[in-house]
């Protein structure tokens, strides 16, 4: 299929870092840039020790690197106290010395990520790809689902996200609530404002899917968490269209599996 959403960039045939959390943005991204022509051979994720980090993504990190095993991708990680301080330290170590043109990020509508990522790449002579930057949200939203991405929500932290969307599956029909909740409260349907974190299960890009073998719920009067505390990969049963409503919270026969423990940091190119 031919996404329209990427058509802005002149620049073709670069090799590229994906800064890659996990979440459904930066799957779709990475997704794109590859559609674009480019090469992404490796995945950058940065770990911020305070879940409060302004720039990154923080739930369920250790999945990461069993989401790179599965597209074949080489992982970089780097450490980040979680201030903003920390966070462009830990972004520039991340990317200092690596082989590669440029970044593809997950930024939407964040002005904040996005003036601090491009000060830290254009300091490192880096381009920054993002195909989603100030893309309309609805229209993103239908093209991730039509691409065959299939993610699950692992935090909320808006009025309208009760503890029964946790483990949910950003299915059409989860879509169409969050547009109604939208409708009324205000939120972005992509979580653009912190209204909730998403982990991706399954990807054009993915060799095997990624199925939760355990997990737990933390609920709050401000919202909730999903933590993932094992996952594996496991052999494909079906194609993914999007249309599947069921929780992605399921356990299968195991080919792969995670529980957890740090990553351990590679090299890229």
């Known amino acids: 299929m031919r996404h329209v959403i990427s058509e802005q960039y002149e620049y073709i045939g670069m090799i590229l870092a994906s800064l890659y959390s996990g979440g459904k943005d930066s799957a779709f991204s990475l997704y794109l840039a590859e559609q674009m022509g480019h090469e992404v051979p490796c995945v950058v994720n940065i770990m911020p020790e305070d879940e409060a980090s302004w720039i990154f993504h923080t739930p369920n990190l250790g999945v990461v690197p069993l989401m790179a095993e599965s597209m074949g991708k080489r ?57 989603l930057w100030r893309k309309d949200q609805d229209m993103v939203m239908d093209e991730l689902l039509a691409s065959g991405i299939r993610a699950i929500i692992v935090g909320c932290y808006a009025e309208g996200l009760g ?10 029909s989860a879509a169409e609530e969050l ?9 972005s349907i992509l979580g653009e404002g912190g209204e909730y974190e998403s982990m991706t299960v399954d990807s054009p890009l993915y060799r095997l899917p990624l199925s939760i073998d355990s997990s737990r719920r933390e609920w709050s009067r401000s919202g909730g968490t999903l933590r993932v505390e094992s996952a594996s990969l496991v052999p494909r049963t079906g194609p993914s269209d999007g249309t599947s409503g069921a929780s992605a919270c399921w356990r299968r026969p195991r080919s792969r599996t995670w529980t957890s423990r740090p990553p351990r940091t590679s090299a890229c190119g």
């Open 163 to 172: 503890e029964e969307w946790l483990g949910r599956e950003i299915d059409r």
């Open 75 to 131: 992982l970089i990680t780097a450490p980040s106290t979680g201030s903003e301080e920390g966070d462009m330290t830990g972004l520039r170590e991340a990317l200092e010395g690596l082989d590669v043109d440029g970044v593809v990020t997950g930024a939407v509508w964040s002005d904040y990520q996005w003036d601090r990522m491009n000060l830290v790449c254009g300091d490192l002579g880096l381009k920054v790809v993002s195909p």
């Open 179 to 187: 547009r109604m909740i939208r409708a009324k409260t205000g939120i």
